[in-house]
């Protein structure tokens, strides 16, 4: 059997037909995985890294060919596309930045104590180590910098574990290009084989099947609840569980504070509307619940947002399915009793897959009585909720799921409020903005894009930014091991010159001659 893209915008199928690959092809591509462990994570730092800055240079030496087949299996424009190879490889250099460091090898030394009192302390050393192999599955929404060689892949890599990622069947030939460029710098580097491998398909059964394989050690998702959830499920009833690492849903609440409204409302509705469009609104850190402190601020914020949004064009969604559980989602919540819609863009056009913009308005009495008005609406659409009293919005900023982002726009006089506001949004979001919107996530070392379930399935994790690294790795302390036998971060020469805490005490990284 075999499977095609097709266009969002036009319609039509697109060449080449790709076969769909099932457990023969799990089995062989988490055997080689398994077998290229050994020697790809004892790879030296320097190999390592040489080896992401290797895929990122093919993949920019393929663009000629891999800007066309992303537009046309995504019906994203040009300049998305470029920003987002931008950021892909700029995620698989900051990864070889990172293994050069060796920060991540959280090296601790406690060395003996023979004389202390009652009893003496042992030699003890410790490091982390790769899991494994890692499944990685790739996103419809972002077919570069969060699939074949995005940051899961990346992070692994750094990690020193193998990859096989199962490509996002909605855009095969992006996945195949990437892929190749990452086979090239396998071959470069002189690696076995088996440390990247990509399966394509269209069925769950592959998925599942690569999940319950027993030499996957760790799964990295970004996608629905639904396909996150159907994992952590799989992954849980193997013999040995493993973690999934699943990025979900999340609607990334926005609360509009009393002063932010009365110096700033139409500004704040402007840049509102560019967040919640961007991308057709296929961004899992879309702005989609919006709370306002009632009044004529509010009025203004809402009227503002709707003429803005009278101008957008419906852009082409990703796929047909996504389209349609947009417009199911809407539909739904433009039916709920007590919502009104007071906003549209323009209708859809030639588009062949495409959803028109949509904005909702209710109260916070009506959004008590609703839960389900909390669901996230994946696409261009929001729900703004008149809150008739400022001091409810903590009490409705606790009672929201986690989420990947919180975002507060605030004035004179605001502080105290959100001072409150932030005490509750650190405890249901990964990341907390202040008069930004949280579209547009930086790849470095603070960034977390994470959050608590149903944002994620793992909230101590992020999957964005250096900390990501930490997924794919676990702790081992070594006790009175001979020095001869140590591994070289643990040794008291330190050859590969990584910080380490010495006793407690920070020692940093060795000034190189």
Request: with cysteine.
């Amino acid at each position: 059997m075999t499977f095609h893209a097709t266009n969002p915008a036009t319609g039509e199928a697109l060449a080449p037909e790709f076969p769909e690959q099932g457990p023969a092809e799990v089995e062989r591509a988490t055997r080689l995985a398994a077998e290229a462990f050994p020697a790809f994570r004892a790879t030296t730092p320097e190999a390592r890294a040489a080896f992401l800055e290797s895929i990122a240079a093919h993949i920019e030496a393929s663009t000629d060919e891999l800007w066309p087949r992303v537009q046309a299996e995504t019906g994203l424009p040009l300049g998305r596309v470029q920003g987002e190879t931008g950021r892909t490889v700029g995620q698989l250099r900051l990864f070889a930045a990172v293994v050069r460091d060796g920060a991540w090898r959280d090296v601790r030394i406690d060395p003996a104590l023979p004389d202390r009192a009652p009893l003496p302390r042992p030699d003890l050393r410790q490091r982390a180590v790769p899991l494994g192999p890692v499944a990685v599955f790739g996103a419809s929404n972002f077919p570069l910098a969060f699939s074949v060689a995005g940051g899961d892949t990346a992070s692994a890599f750094a990690a020193g574990c193998p990859v096989v990622v199962k490509g996002h069947p909605a855009h095969p030939g992006t996945s195949e290009i990437v892929g190749r460029a990452i086979s090239a710098a396998v071959a470069e580097a002189g690696l076995p084989e088996g440390v990247f491998s990509l399966l394509q398909g269209t069925t769950h059964e592959l998925g599942t099947a690569l999940v319950t394989d027993p030499r996957i050690k760790a799964v990295g998702f970004t996608g629905s609840r639904g396909g996150g959830l159907a994992l952590v499920a799989a992954a849980q009833a193997r013999p040995v569980p493993i973690p999934v690492y699943a990025e979900m849903s999340a609607v990334n609440p926005v609360f509009l504070l009393p002063g932010a409204l009365e110096e700033r409302a139409c500004d704040v509705a402007r840049g509102f509307v560019t967040s919640l469009t961007g991308s057709a609104g296929q961004l899992c850190t879309k702005p989609g619940l919006v709370f306002v402190a009632d009044g004529a601020g509010a009025d203004v914020f809402v009227k503002a947002a709707g003429d803005a949004l009278a101008d957008i064009a419906a852009g082409p969604m990703l796929t047909a399915g996504i389209a349609g559980a947009f417009d199911a989602a809407t539909d739904r919540t433009g039916g709920t009793d007590g919502v009104t819609q007071v906003g549209a863009g323009q209708a859809p056009g030639d588009a062949a897959v495409s959803s028109t913009p949509r904005l909702f308005e209710t109260t916070d009495a009506v959004l008590d009585e609703n839960p389900n008005l909390h669901d996230e609406m994946f696409g261009p659409a929001a729900l703004v909720v008149r809150v008739s009293d400022p001091a409810r919005l903590p009490e409705l900023a606790e009672r929201l799921e986690g989420q990947l982002t919180a975002t507060l726009h605030l004035g004179d006089g605001d502080d105290d409020l959100a001072r409150d506001l932030i005490g509750e949004l650190e405890l249901v979001a990964g990341r907390v903005l202040v008069n930004g919107w949280p579209t547009g996530v930086d790849v470095g070392h603070t960034m977390v894009h994470g959050g608590p379930y149903p944002a994620t399935s793992a909230p101590a994790s992020t999957s964005v930014g250096s900390r990501a690294i930490e997924r794919f790795l676990r702790p081992v302390a070594y006790q009175d091991v001979p020095a001869a036998l140590l591994p070289p971060e643990l040794r008291d020469e330190n050859p590969y010159g990584v910080p380490r805490t010495v006793d407690g005490r920070l020692q940093p990284a060795p000034t190189q001659e």
